[in-house]
């Protein structure tokens, strides 16, 4: 926009008006329109000084209003500054972009991969119920580094759903997870789980980052004690006929005992 040569805006030009009257005119005229077309708080390099005065930060120049300075960013000098310096910035940034590419990088990565920090620890025990004399195995995973609440999980997943060993029949594997832990696999026979209340469970204690999972195979044949009354069959004893109480189940050590038990 090219302020001197607006309409009226010449000295002797408005007709009736004097000159000094006239020049006031124009430069009220011309600022009020400048703070309406520009605005100048975006204007980086406007600032208005501790005199109550304002400043070029480009052209390093004062100027006692608005107008004043608005004229001056349409004049020559300031345009070549501004010319300068943009070509210095796209220079700069030129220099710059691979510092802030390689800077950016890692946030990039971390949202997208979770690093992972290796394997839990884990214990695996043989378990036998004496009453049934199914047998099975009881799986503790430690987790002291896992993630913020985050609950381990489990899966059981047969040989032809596993894509890491030649599929075997005779095997089935059971997996569990939590992040930021890898995940750990355990090979298992591939016969079927006891998946009745007490059987199988999974425990996750918050406090000491442990996740335990115990399960029993079915008996391949039915048991003797089923039948009851103590006969003298395979499941005879003091315990015949008494099918395990959920809790207090002895092989689980998060159930409540039973009464009279002492821990
Ligand atoms: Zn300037």
Not at 97 to 124: D, F, H, S, T, W
Request: aromatic share 10%; net charge positive; hydrophobic share 30%.
């Amino acid at each position: 926009m090219d302020f001197q040569n607006r309409a009226g805006s010449k000295p002797g030009s408005g007709g009736v008006a004097g000159y000094s009257e006239s020049n006031v005119d124009r430069r009220e005229r011309l600022r009020k329109l400048a703070l309406e077309t520009i605005d100048l708080a975006k204007d980086p390099y406007f600032m208005k000084n501790h005199l109550g005065t304002y400043e070029c930060k480009l052209c390093l120049t004062l100027h006692t209003n608005e107008g004043s300075y608005l004229a001056h960013t349409q004049g020559k000098k300031h345009q070549t500054n501004l010319a300068r310096r943009a070509a210095k910035d796209a220079k700069d940034q030129e220099t710059q972009m691979p510092k802030l590419i390689e800077a950016a990088k890692p946030k990039v990565e971390i949202k997208r991969v979770a690093v992972k920090i290796g394997r839990p620890g884990y214990n695996v025990t043989k378990v036998r119920d004496p009453t049934t004399r199914q047998v099975g195995l009881l799986f503790q995973v430690f987790y002291p580094e896992i993630g913020e609440g985050i609950k381990p999980r489990h899966r059981f997943m047969n040989a032809f759903e596993q894509h890491q060993e030649l599929p075997n029949r005779a095997i089935q594997y059971l997996i569990f997870a939590a992040e930021p832990y890898e995940n750990v696999s355990f090979r298992v026979q591939a016969r079927e789980i006891d998946r009745a209340e007490g059987r199988f469970w999974t425990y996750w204690d918050p406090d000491g980052k442990t996740y335990s999972l115990q399960f029993l195979f079915k008996n391949e044949r039915p048991v003797g004690y089923l039948g009851g009354g103590g006969s003298g069959g395979p499941g005879g004893g003091p315990m015949a006929g008494n099918v395990m109480p959920t809790v207090g189940n002895p092989l689980n050590p998060y159930a409540p005992p039973p009464a009279g038990y002492m821990r």
